[in-house]
Structures are given as C-alpha cells and as structure tokens.
C-alpha cells in the first residue's frame, strides 16, 4: 500500500511558477512509478509527467519544456515544479504511484492523492 499526500497548489499569474509536492508513505515507494494528473472541470483526468524509480521521465507534450518531475526516494517525496504556467494548466493536480513506466492511462496507477488545485490567472 502507498498513500499519497499532495501540496503546493495555489493561485499564480501567467508566466509564473509554482512547485507541487507529494509526500508518499510506504516502504516500497522507490519501486514504484511516480505520476502527476490533472483534471480540469468538465474534462478527463490527463497525463502531466512520470518518473520511474531510476529517474527516468515522461512528459506531456503540452508542458515539454516548462515542468520538470523530480524524486527522492530516501525522503519518499516527489515534486512537480511548473514553470511557465498558463491558464490552461488550471486543474487539480493529483500525485499517483503505479507499477508500469511508459504508461499515460490513468487507470494503470493504483495510488492516487487527494489533488492540489492550480490556477492561472491570465
């Protein structure tokens, strides 16, 4: 079992950054695939970024070059920082552990957290 606990969201201007955090608990934490999702209101929960326990990353296209995912696995916590924000990256932001790497469906991640709200103010 992995609960996740997710914090960092708020409110920013466009152009701004913020930095999303998840605190996992668990022993097994480092051999699992970290996700971040979205969801925006009226629409499907949508892939951001993952990383697999050697560091290994994906992300979506659409915040290629402006979010970045990290992990420590020592500390159990991974982090989303999101530089660049623009008013479509308004969601909930929710952390999630999974088994399989390459992966973009949301229902492959067993473990999820609560959400985090982001907005983007333009």
């Known amino acids: 079992q992995v609960q996740l606990v997710e914090s960092g969201g708020g409110s920013v201007q466009t152009g701004g950054s913020l930095r999303l955090s998840c605190a996992a608990s668990?022993?097994?934490?480092?051999?699992?695939?970290m996700g971040w999702f979205r969801q925006a209101p009226g629409k499907e929960r949508e892939f951001v970024a993952s990383i697999g326990w050697n560091g290994g990353s994906d992300y979506a296209d659409s915040v290629k070059g402006r979010f970045t995912i990290s992990r420590d696995n020592a500390r159990n916590t991974g982090s989303l920082q999101m530089n660049s924000l623009k008013p479509e990256d308004t969601a909930v932001y929710y952390c999630?552990?999974?088994?399989?790497?390459?992966?973009?469906?949301?229902?492959?991640?067993?473990?999820w957290g609560r959400g985090t709200q982001v907005t983007v103010s333009s």
């Open positions: 999630a552990a999974g088994r399989f790497s390459g992966t973009h469906n949301p229902s492959t991640y067993p473990y």
């Open positions: 668990g022993r097994t934490f480092s051999s699992y695939v």
